[in-house]
């Protein structure tokens, strides 16, 4: 059965919670600070009353889990500690995220910054002092760090420290990660276009130091920044090279051979004499000076050893030989000779981001909280020892997987997305949505094991896409007879249940961990023999991923996967299909911001990088609070498959016999805990929340009038 849950307008629950929105921790004169549901840029664009409902949304999912995890220390009602940002686990090195209405993170400086404390009085800010090193409330941004880490870009003759090299990439299209003359990231989508801290970073003094931390390598912008800070030439914006310095790989450690720094000639990178591919978001994979990388020949190849050891007989050994983290292994041998210690296991060759290396595995049933997406709906946390999704859990991760479609086009939070044909600029918008949406239908209907549900009917999807926007929706827009923009702007009754219903779609548009979800769930239940229909349909949504997903930074680093891996194969099986979607997802999470904590321009997995300052993980390295990414295939394959074949494994796509993944995500690793009933519970509260929040702001701003 699908459908809507109802919402009751006013209860003493959600009067209660109302407030909590109001108290956003915010940078903020408006009482709202973008999340990061689906990054900052597409969710800030949403029109302010959804932002605001989407806000109210946030606060009470998460005041349902603290209710449900039995956490009592956050006082809603005095938002003072990092308690409130979310729980902390041993599993989630970024637990501090999990809050999205509240934007807590590391802070990555010593600075001044603002935030309401009281929920019932969001208007009212506070001044606090951030300690670098400490989990800080209200930042927000799409880094993990606020601000984000220096990343200098040694190309400007900035110089790396010791065991590093300055890595180099040319002809990269330029963005603002890590864009500033000394590696600075910018929050363009947060304080740097805040009303409240634009004019108290004029009076200069603290503020203006503030604002120039988070800020100064940002254009300057006439309707905001002028007069706020001193801005430079800055020779980066104007040049297409991108460079860091990355550590060495050490003796034993993984490495492509032909791939130097050390040579008298200088770089030298001889792309395709091996099987392994370069990848400048990566780490480089280049020995320290003294050492040398094995070739594809030797017993162990692609690893670093002594300049003077022979490779041939190098690794000579008639015992096992126990490996440490990070060090070379086996991945691809039945009867390897080089194995894992106690708790690591051995990536494969084919995961080329970090092939046959000793790693911590993945936590099966686990979605990982970041600065990005939304990943407090997950499935299999909800059911870990039940294989695959069950049915409500995959309807709900097909409303998810329905509104796929590129956020800097139209946002399932958009009203030009639900009703196109009110915006006469882009007069083809309309048909490039309703296409894509019969694309990623074909592709449910090819791909989905209707045969594990029997008795159910795939909902059409016209269905799935009315339970996304909702039935008042349609009803108070008269099938966007009327324009939904003049509704929002009205504030009246009307326009806070569609700015309601433009929030819950919103937030299907923030969890890619349901869209992973589903494409494992569906691939690992293929029949053994597919049919060639299921085989481009699992082809077409690869390539759909790299066109159409909600966020441009996940699509291009999606498409350099494709470059290499070079999509599903044109195998009709549907192991080989499960191989290569297990592989994909490996891949992508090694280099997600759940994973590192932010873009791969600016952290790399198992970062070195030191935290700065004197609070709570000051000294300790980045990597501490990075999460593992790769999920072994057995782990995964008991995460999805619901009935195993009989004969056993099949080929796999790329030769790797059984090694390639399905597990996090561009995001998360999973979804569906937020079937309707818990829909219908954060529903539920939205509607007396903002209305709570009006009356106060209308108050005070009487007040203030007056």
Request: with cysteine; aromatic share 10%; charged share 20%.
């Amino acid at each position: 059965m699908m459908g809507r849950s109802t919402r009751r307008r006013t209860t003493a629950t959600a009067a209660a919670a109302a407030a909590a929105c109001a108290a956003l921790v915010t940078f903020a004169g408006t009482g709202i600070q973008p999340a990061c549901a689906t990054p900052l840029r597409y969710e800030d664009a949403y029109h302010p009353s959804v932002k605001e409902a989407m806000q109210a949304m946030k606060q009470n999912e998460f005041e349902l889990l603290q209710e449900k995890a039995g956490n009592t220390k956050c006082d809603f009602e005095n938002i003072v500690s990092e308690d409130c940002c979310g729980i902390d686990t041993e599993e989630q090195g970024q637990w501090y995220t999990q809050n999205k209405a509240l934007n807590c993170r590391i802070a990555g400086a010593d600075f001044k910054y603002i935030y309401a404390p009281n929920v019932s009085d969001p208007t009212t800010f506070v001044e606090a002092e951030a300690k670098a090193g400490d989990v800080i409330l209200g930042a927000g941004g799409d880094s993990t760090f606020a601000p984000a880490l220096l990343r200098p870009s040694c190309y400007f003759g900035l110089g790396c420290g010791e065991g590093e090299f300055c890595l180099v990439d040319v002809q990269v299209p330029q963005n603002p990660w890590a864009g500033g003359p000394q590696g600075q990231t910018p929050d363009p989508y947060g304080i740097c276009q805040d009303a409240e801290y634009i004019a108290r970073a004029k009076e200069g003094g603290d503020f203006k130091k503030t604002y120039e931390l988070f800020c100064g390598n940002m254009p300057p912008d006439p309707a905001f920044q002028i007069g706020v800070v001193d801005y430079a030439y800055n020779p980066y914006n104007d040049n297409p090279i991108y460079s860091k310095c990355v550590a060495y790989k050490k003796e034993n450690e993984p490495c492509l051979p032909n791939l130097s720094y050390g040579s008298k000639y200088g770089p030298v990178f001889n792309y395709r004499s091996n099987d392994l591919p370069f990848d400048p978001y990566s780490q480089g994979f280049v020995c320290a000076p003294g050492l040398k990388c094995t070739s594809k020949d030797a017993y162990l190849p692609n690893t670093c050893i002594p300049e003077s050891a022979d490779e041939s007989t190098h690794f000579d050994t008639d015992v096992k030989v126990v490996r440490k983290e990070n060090e070379s292994c086996e991945g691809d041998s039945a009867n390897p000779k080089y194995v894992c210690g106690d708790g690591l296991v051995c990536t494969p060759s084919a995961v080329y981001v970090w092939p046959n290396t000793c790693v911590k595995p993945r936590p099966k049933d686990i979605c990982y909280y970041g600065p990005w997406w939304n990943s407090n709906a997950c499935p299999k946390v909800e059911a870990p020892d039940t294989a695959g999704l069950d049915w409500n859990q995959s309807i709900e991760a097909m409303k998810r997987f329905i509104v796929l479609f590129p956020s800097d086009l139209a946002g399932p939070g958009d009203a030009s997305y639900w009703c196109p044909e009110q915006d006469s600029s882009r007069p083809a918008l309309k048909d490039q949505i309703t296409k894509s949406q019969d694309i990623l239908y074909n592709i449910l209907e090819a791909l989905f094991p209707m045969d594990l549900f029997p008795g159910e009917t795939l909902p059409t999807k016209e269905e799935l896409l009315q339970s996304v926007i909702g039935d008042e929706f349609i009803g108070i827009t008269e099938n966007c007879g009327r324009n939904v923009e003049q509704i929002l702007d009205s504030n009246s009754a009307e326009g806070k249940l569609l700015a309601s219903d433009l929030a819950l779609a919103a937030q299907f548009g923030s969890q890619p961990n349901q869209v992973w979800s589903l494409l494992h769930f569906m691939t690992f239940n293929l029949p053994e023999k597919i049919t060639q229909d299921q085989v481009t349909a699992s082809q077409a949504m690869s390539t759909y991923l790299s066109q159409g997903f909600w966020c441009t930074d996940c699509r291009s680093l999606y498409t350099k996967i494709i470059d290499v891996v070079t999509g599903p194969p044109s195998v009709a099986t549907g192991q080989a299909q499960a191989d290569y979607w297990w592989l994909a997802h490996n891949i992508a999470s090694e280099h997600v911001a759940a994973t590192v904590g932010g873009h791969p321009f600016v952290y790399n997995i198992n970062d070195q990088q030191k935290i700065p300052g004197s609070g709570r993980y000051s000294g300790k390295e980045v990597r501490s609070i990075q999460n593992n990414f790769y999920l072994p295939y057995e782990d995964a394959e008991a995460m999805w498959r619901v009935i195993p074949y009989d004969g056993g494994k099949e080929g796999g796509s790329d030769g790797s016999g059984g090694d390639q993944d399905g597990s996090d995500g561009s995001s998360d690793g999973s979804d569906g805990s937020s079937s309707d009933s818990i829909i219908g519970d954060i529903r539920e509260g939205i509607q007396a929340r903002l209305e709570s929040i009006r009356e106060r702001i209308d108050a005070r701003l009487g007040d203030i009038r007056g």
